[in-house]
């Protein structure tokens, strides 16, 4: 991998308020490099060159993992426990430490859910997505990074049928009352359903408002170092559940 990339890797974590290990950095630059290369024969992105994946895909998916460790560390202990959690008061543990359940729905080549597995070794984190080659690819990312905290699963996500997770996230998947309607059954009642969006959309809102049991807790503007686009996170709620 290029050092120009590296540097930039580097300088993009620090401005998130990551400090990378080497381990971590070496996994990222290895995911890029994979996509890449599968990408030639899959067509898993749109994007071409390292520094449109740096931008577009690596730091993008970096500029979550701070807002959701702090969002994860928040709950309190007494609404439900993350599952597996340490048996410890919750203050008073790390959240990347923590063994949560996080869903990636419509994961595509793994975003974010291969970032945030390489970012938090304890996350049990699982990507699903309708397209067989694309979690093939995630499955082979796993084992060449030995990520064993990451899996896929090929299926349509209206179909998936498994426990409910901590984190459901989806990275412009589909409208919010979509994602809300389609995953929002796989969410823990203490947990959280969150969108990367590009912008806020209040067409968006008004029809999660009518059309789901869900609405907007909170809108979060995040901002991706080396990226003139704005970004932000929506944390969804159910409809009747105390904000907070």
Not at 48 to 68: F, R, Y
Not at 135 to 140: K, L, S
Not at 177 to 188: H, K, T
Request: overall charge negative.
């Amino acid at each position: 991998m290029d050092k120009d990339i590296e540097r930039r890797l580097e300088q993009g974590a620090e401005e998130l308020g990551l400090s990378l290990s080497s381990d971590q950095r070496a996994k990222l630059l290895g995911y890029m490099d994979l996509l890449k290369k599968w990408n030639k024969t899959y067509n898993l992105t749109a994007l071409k060159t390292d520094e449109q994946m740096l931008v577009h895909h690596i730091l993008d998916s970096l500029a979550v993992v701070v807002p959701l460790r702090e969002r994860i560390q928040s709950t309190p202990q007494n609404e439900g426990t993350v599952q597996g959690a340490i048996a410890m008061p919750q203050e008073t543990v790390p959240v990347q430490k923590l063994s949560i359940r996080l869903l990636d729905v419509g994961s595509g080549g793994g975003l974010p859910g291969v970032v945030l597995a390489i970012m938090n070794p304890t996350w049990f984190v699982t990507c699903v997505d309708a397209v067989e080659k694309k979690t093939t690819f995630i499955t082979q990312v796993a084992g060449i990074l030995g990520l064993s905290n990451l899996k896929s699963k090929h299926t349509r996500i209206e179909k998936f049928e498994v426990e409910p997770f901590d984190v459901v996230i989806s990275r412009a998947f589909a409208s919010l009352a979509d994602f809300a309607n389609l995953s929002g059954q796989l969410v823990e009642q203490s947990g959280h359903l969150v969108a990367m969006k590009g912008y806020y959309l209040d067409d968006e809102v008004a029809e999660l408002e009518t059309q789901s049991d869900w609405q907007v807790e909170q809108h979060l503007p995040i901002c991706v170092p080396q990226l003139d686009a704005e970004r932000c996170l929506i944390y969804l709620k159910r409809k009747g559940n105390k904000i907070g």
